[in-house]
Each structure stands twice: as structure tokens, then as C-alpha cells.
Nanobody
Framework: VQLQASGGGLVQGGESLRLSCVAS????????MAWYRQAPGKQRDLVAR???????TYADSVKDRFSISQDVAKNTVDLQMTSLKSEDTAVYYC???????????????????WGQGTLVTVSS
């Protein structure tokens, strides 16, 4: 399963940016998709997650500023980021978890896939 992320760039503090990610390849279904980020010298942390049922989870630091959405039919997930701050500067990674194809129409093994990362830089 391949994930292709796009939309990163350089913005000024207070501005908005939208990240997009599309999953492709051969798989049965996706359970959830998410965005993580990793700032220089820090660990990779969850930013937002959305399940295929539409349940969302956000890191406390981005609540009320970021919004995650999905298009289940197109296997895409977007992250709308508003009121960006310098501390949002990081490489943002798309993540997907689901099931590979099994026998017939049944789900097979689990998969966890990461995108290549897209850099978001917020200048103060």
C-alpha cells in the first residue's frame, strides 16, 4: 500500500495550509488514516486520526486549529491547518492502517503504511 502526501510548504504564522494524502495499491479496506509529525530532534507524534466511521482524534496542541477529513471512496485524507504557529513546523507524515486482500472478498492480513513526509515550515 502506497501513500502519497502533498501540500507542505512555507507559510507565515497565522496562515493556513492544507495537506492531502492518497492511498493506492491492492488492499481490502482501510480502518483509519492519520497524520503524524516530527520536528527536528523530536519523536514522531500523532497530530490527528480519523476512522472509516468518521471518528476523529486530535493532539491537544492542534485542537480547534486543525481539521482532518476523508473521502472513503477515493481513499484520501486531508488535514486543514489554520492559525499556524512556529511550533507546528515539522515533517508531516500520512499514515494508514487496514487490511490487505484475503481469499475471495474477505480481508487478509493487517497493514500499516507510511507516506514519504511533507515539510511544513511556519515562520514567525
Amino acid at each position: 500500500v502506497q501513500l502519497q502526501a502533498s501540500g507542505g510548504g512555507l507559510v507565515q504564522g497565522g496562515e493556513s495550509l492544507r495537506l492531502s494524502c492518497v492511498a493506492s495499491g491492492s488492499f481490502h479496506s482501510i480502518r483509519n488514516m492519520a497524520w503524524y509529525r516530527q520536528a527536528p530532534g523530536k519523536q514522531r507524534d500523532l497530530v490527528a486520526r480519523i476512522t472509516m466511521d468518521g471518528e476523529t482524534t486530535y493532539a491537544d496542541s492542534v485542537k480547534d486549529r486543525f481539521s482532518i477529513s476523508q473521502d472513503v471512496a477515493k481513499n484520501t485524507v486531508d488535514l486543514q491547518m489554520t492559525s499556524l504557529k512556529s511550533e507546528d513546523t515539522a515533517v508531516y507524515y500520512c499514515f494508514a492502517a487496514g487490511f490487505l486482500r484475503g481469499k475471495g472478498w474477505s480481508p487478509g492480513r493487517n497493514f500499516n503504511s507510511w507516506g514519504q513526509g511533507t515539510l511544513v515550515t511556519v515562520s514567525s
